[in-house]
T-cell receptor, first 111, second 113 residues
Framework: DVKVTQSSRYLVKRTGEKVFLECVQD?????MFWYRQDPGLGLRLIYF???????EKGDIPEGYSVSREKKERFSLILESASTNQTSMYLC??????????FGPGTRLLVL | DQQVKQNSPSLSVQEGRISILNCDYT??????FLWYKKYPAEGPTFLIS?????DKNEDGRFTVFLNKSAKHLSLHIVPSQPGDSAVYFC????????????FGKGTLLTVNP
């Protein structure tokens, strides 16, 4: 079974803090994704990566950056957290075909 | 512009009856469609998918129907069970886009005992 893990289930940060969200997958997948889920808005793609050190912007990249130094790890960085970044963050991995496998999510609260 | 639409935010059905969740899309270049199920405080889990070359795919209690001319797909759950209560997301993939998925906003299904 594919396993996608996220470093934290719940996080509370202050406005202006730099926040790191880590995602690790154990299936040697090429593609990895970061989404945020908000009520009434569904899943929105922030960034994705289809190879080590490669990244592409998704639909809502503003205020975020990513890092993929190793194939199994994809990090999402909030350079200066703001209250409108309070959300559920979901990481996913995928190998070639269309099914994406999701981690359990990180619920981030920015105060 | 929302390319994948789930127009019903919620749906309530009785246990044992059929649940029908609907999804519309606008981009005729989508060639693969998926349904994901999400419980609160968990990540979405893959449920069932269908390629654009088919019009039906069945897996146990779950069947997905695709009507390309109407740009519409639906997920049927028969019989519905209380454990099916969750948010269901429809997603579509463009061939050649690294299979990046575009998700709908989700439909909350509640199955009442």
């Amino acid at each position: 079974d594919v396993k996608v893990t996220q470093s934290s289930r719940y996080l509370v940060k202050r406005t202006g803090e730099k926040v790191f969200l880590e995602c690790v997958q154990d299936m040697d997948h090429e593609n990895m994704f970061w989404y945020r889920q908000d009520p009434g808005l569904g899943l929105r793609l922030i960034y994705f990566s289809y190879d080590v050190k490669m990244k592409e912007k998704g639909d809502i990249p503003e205020g975020y950056s990513v890092s993929r130094e190793k194939k199994e790890r994809f990090s999402l960085i909030l350079e200066s957290a703001s209250t409108n970044q309070t959300s559920m963050y979901l990481c996913a991995s995928q190998q070639g075909v269309e099914t994406q496998y999701f981690g359990p999510g990180t619920r981030l609260l920015v105060l | 512009d929302q390319q994948v639409k789930q127009n019903s935010p919620s749906l309530s059905v009785q246990e044992g009856r059929i649940s029908i969740l609907n999804c519309d899309y606008t981009n005729s270049m989508f060639d693969y469609f998926l349904w994901y199920k999400k419980y609160p405080a968990e990540g979405p889990t893959f449920l069932i998918s269908i390629s654009s070359i088919k019009d039906k795919n069945e897996d146990g209690r779950f069947t997905v129907f695709l009507n390309k001319s109407a740009k519409h797909l639906s997920l049927h759950i028969v019989p519905s069970q209380p454990g099916d209560s969750a948010v269901y997301f429809c997603a579509a993939a463009l061939k050649g886009s690294n299979y990046k998925l575009t998700f709908g906003k989700g439909t909350l299904l509640t199955v009442n005992p």
